[in-house]
Structures are given as C-alpha cells and as structure tokens.
C-alpha cells in the first residue's frame, strides 16, 4: 500500500513580518499544514486575527517576545485566546486533517536551559523543570503512533552543541554556549525510551549569527534518528539580488511517519518557487540484485 505524503509548511519567528501576501501564498502552494514556532510580534493581536482567517490546519507555540514585555501576562493571554485551540504550548494537537500529531513543548521560552518569565507564571502557574517535562511528555504519550509526529517548541533542546553556530547556540554574548531547554531535552529523552520521535521544531536562535559571523547550522540529526530543524529565518521577508520579493518558509515532507524531506524555502509572493536549500532527504532503499 502506498503511504500518503504530507507537505509542511514552518514559519519561523515572525517579529511581525506577516501580511496578506503571506495569506495569498499559502492559499497558492497549499501546505497541508501550518506550523508556527513564535515570536509572531512584541505582544499585539494582528498576527493572531490574520492566522485565524486562514482555512489550513495549523499548530503554534508561542515565544519570549509574544510576551510584549508584560508581566501580568495579559499579553499573552490575549493572543492564546486569539489562537484558540491552533495554540499547543504544553499540549497535544491532533490536526484531522490531514493526520498529523503536533505536541507543543513550554511557551514563552527564551532558552538558556530552563526559566519561566513572569509572564508565563501569570497565564500557567509556576512549574519546576521537571514538571514542564512531563506536560510534555505526557503529550508525546498520548499521540496516535498511527500519525507522524512533531514537537514543536520556541526553543530548541539543550544537547545540540556549545557553539556559536550550532542549532541552539548562543551568539550573542560570549563565551557562546548551549542555550537549548532543558526540560524539553529531558521529555525528549524520557519520551524516546517508549516510541521514536522523528522531529523537532523551534526557532529563537535566528539563522544569521550577530557581528557578521555567518550563517547558523539549521538542521542537526541526532543518533537517536530525531531530527532537529530551526526555522527562524529572519527576516523572512526579503528580496533577492535582482530585486524579486521573497517569503521564507521551511518545508517538511512525511512518508505515512516516516520524515522524507526537509528544507528551507524562499518564494514569490505570486507562489513561484524560486530558491530551496535542501537539509537532509532520507536515503533511497537498497534495490535488490
């Protein structure tokens, strides 16, 4: 039997770049699905209410600017109830259609291995890192393994490297060290002992490194078989050296729960594809003599 393939679009931190050419885009390549890793602006509703109107299965995690800086977290709570249920932090969404299984990992994270703002207290309630794991967790547990399956997060675990460039590293201060969470690495490596979890998807660390250092590592595959993409591209509106608009998407492909393709994207506004940096692509089966 043929296993069906499932298209997924990411967008990255946002820092408001989102409009009705974002909307229009989607509505012309047709992802099967919309993931989202936060930081949509510093706390406003705009982005939310656009999100809203869009008739596409859709996930979301909030992130440490979607705060807007305020502690009593009416922020924050404000733009949760603008999302509904599309938001996942600590929870799982189960998108039918198409048949997709997103867990949510700890909203509001800054990195830095595990810390709630007054923010996130406010909406949540104080947890300690050992109980944000097991919201996590549990959620993982309770994912139809019939379904493929990604956690979706701000912030990237810890255990993906120290240095400036890797997936989680901090850039900009020195010395540069891991900033990845720790209680998302700890769910992810309690959760692994009873099913695979083949992807994770954050942002936060954006992909250009600060004092003109390069380009961040976005795709890290551990020896587990999970693999680990950071989508904040930023900014991901741009324009290229001819002068053609530009929209960011990272794109991700499943074969029934099986991760086929992942990959970076830039398009047109009008839906052309005009540049993919393709990160890894499962390896073709042997073919018999």
């Known amino acids: 039997m043929e296993?069906?393939?499932?298209?997924?679009?990411?967008?990255?931190?946002?820092?408001?770049?989102?409009?009705?050419?974002?909307?229009?885009?989607?509505?012309t390549i047709a992802p099967d699905a919309l993931l989202l890793v936060?930081?949509?602006?510093?706390?406003?509703g705009r982005i939310p209410r656009l999100l809203a109107q869009l008739d596409l299965p859709m996930a979301c995690v909030l992130g440490n600017h979607d705060t807007g800086r305020?502690?009593?977290?009416?922020?924050?709570?404000?733009?949760?109830?603008?999302?509904?249920?599309?938001?996942?932090?600590?929870?799982?969404?189960?998108?039918?259609?198409?048949?997709?299984?997103?867990?949510?990992?700890?909203?509001?994270?800054?990195?830095?291995?595990?810390?709630?703002?007054?923010?996130?207290?406010?909406v949540y309630g104080p947890l300690t890192m050992d109980e944000s794991a097991q919201r996590i967790e549990a959620g993982l547990a309770a994912a139809d393994p019939s379904l493929p399956l990604v956690v979706l997060a701000h912030c990237g675990p810890s255990g993906l490297g120290s240095g400036a460039a890797d997936p989680c590293g901090r850039d900009w201060k020195l010395p540069a060290c891991d900033w990845g969470d720790q209680d998302l690495a700890l769910a992810l490596h309690r959760a692994r002992r009873q099913r695979p979890v083949p992807l994770v998807v954050f942002g936060h660390m954006h992909h250009r490194l600060r004092r003109g250092a390069g380009e961040r590592l976005s795709f890290h595959r551990d020896r587990q078989g999970t693999a680990h993409l950071n989508a904040a591209c930023v900014p991901r509106h741009g324009h290229d050296q001819q002068g053609r608009a530009l929209r960011h998407f990272s794109w991700v492909v499943f074969q029934g729960t099986t991760l086929e393709r992942v990959s970076h994207r830039w398009y047109a506004p009008d839906g052309d594809l005009l540049y993919e940096q393709t990160l890894w692509s499962a390896p073709l089966p042997l073919m018999p003599c």
């Open 3 to 27: 296993l069906a393939e499932l298209r997924i679009a990411i967008a990255g931190d946002l820092h408001d770049q989102w409009d009705a050419s974002d909307q229009r885009l989607l509505e």
């Open 38 to 44: 936060g930081d949509l602006s510093d706390g406003g």
């Open 70 to 122: 305020d502690p009593s977290g009416r922020r924050l709570q404000r733009q949760i109830t603008l999302l509904g249920d599309r938001h996942c932090g600590w929870s799982l969404r189960t998108l039918r259609p198409p048949g997709l299984a997103v867990v949510g990992a700890r909203p509001g994270s800054a990195g830095g291995g595990f810390h709630l703002s007054q923010a996130v207290r406010s």
